[in-house]
């Protein structure tokens, strides 16, 4: 009889626990956009030394492009966006654990990210660019044969270095590139010589070299990559929520935010991609 209460409570415990793991697997699929709108919060994952896009300010406040845009576009639906900081290479991870609800700081739309990501409408478009020093000579991916070249670890920059091997993996020193957490810190060490040239996003190193003074010292040349689309990332189950930002993009077009915030940082009234 006693070892019949034991089988029957383990019995009830495997049943317990089979339950929750299977109501925990049920609710990570479900829309998320219903708890957003009554939790009036969304949080949104970013690089925040991606200037202009998202970034630290001298007082710490994360600001940028895409900051005033996400804030526009949850104002519409009264819901406050918050902003965390997250390890780039770790984005679609941090994702699908539920630790962000968006991915959004110039996140470039990928054939890879596709399969891990729901991506809303594009809201501006970026090309990959090479930075050099003017005293090196380099001006044009040619030039990097056998140079060293720096890249930003979980970029599609790196990723379409690694596709289009011809244009400059082929070439460079080793056939790779040196990886940094941050395009910060490889401005440093490219400034310092340790590296030769870096790939870098274009609307990062304009703002970054005209705020530092730094314009007459580098080269911004093109490398020859597809140009490339920025969209906010999501999980696959989230449609409802991709579709009231699609639908707040949109409005914001009309109603001029989006031209001004795009003059705000950089210089000019820009309008939504056109396909």
Do not use: H
Not at 241 to 257: H, M, P, T
Request: proline share 1%; glycine share 8%.
């Amino acid at each position: 009889m006693k070892l019949k209460k034991i089988i029957l409570g383990m019995v009830a415990v495997l049943t317990l626990v089979t339950l929750t793991a299977c109501g925990k697997k049920e609710d990570s699929s479900t829309d998320s956009w219903k708890t957003i709108e009554k939790d009036k919060k969304v949080t949104i994952g970013l690089d925040d030394t991606f200037v202009p896009m998202g970034f630290k300010d001298e007082d710490g406040n994360i600001v940028g492009f895409d900051v005033d845009l996400a804030k526009a576009v949850f104002k519409e639906y009264g819901i406050k966006a918050d902003f965390q900081p997250i390890d780039w290479s770790m984005k679609e991870n941090e994702l699908a654990n539920g630790t962000i609800d968006l991915i959004w700081n110039g996140y470039t739309v990928t054939k890879s990210r596709e399969k891990k990501v729901l991506f809303s409408d594009a809201y501006a478009q970026n090309e990959q660019v090479l930075v050099t020093k003017k005293d090196s000579d380099i001006t044009k991916a040619e030039g990097m044969k056998d140079k060293i070249l720096g890249a930003q670890e979980g970029s599609s920059g790196y990723e379409a270095f690694n596709n289009e091997t011809k244009i400059l993996k082929d070439i460079v020193k080793d056939n790779d590139a040196t990886l940094y957490a941050s395009f910060n810190e490889a401005m440093i060490d490219l400034e310092n010589g340790r590296i030769d040239g870096l790939l870098i996003d274009k609307v990062y190193a304009d703002y970054y070299l005209k705020q530092a003074g730094k314009l007459d010292a580098y080269t911004i040349s093109s490398v020859g990559f597809k140009n490339e689309d920025f969209a906010v990332g999501a999980r696959k189950e989230d449609k409802e929520l991709v579709k009231k930002i699609n639908s707040a993009f949109k409005e914001l077009q009309d109603n001029g935010q989006y031209a001004e915030i795009s003059k705000k940082w950089f210089g000019e009234e820009l309008s939504l991609p056109k396909y």
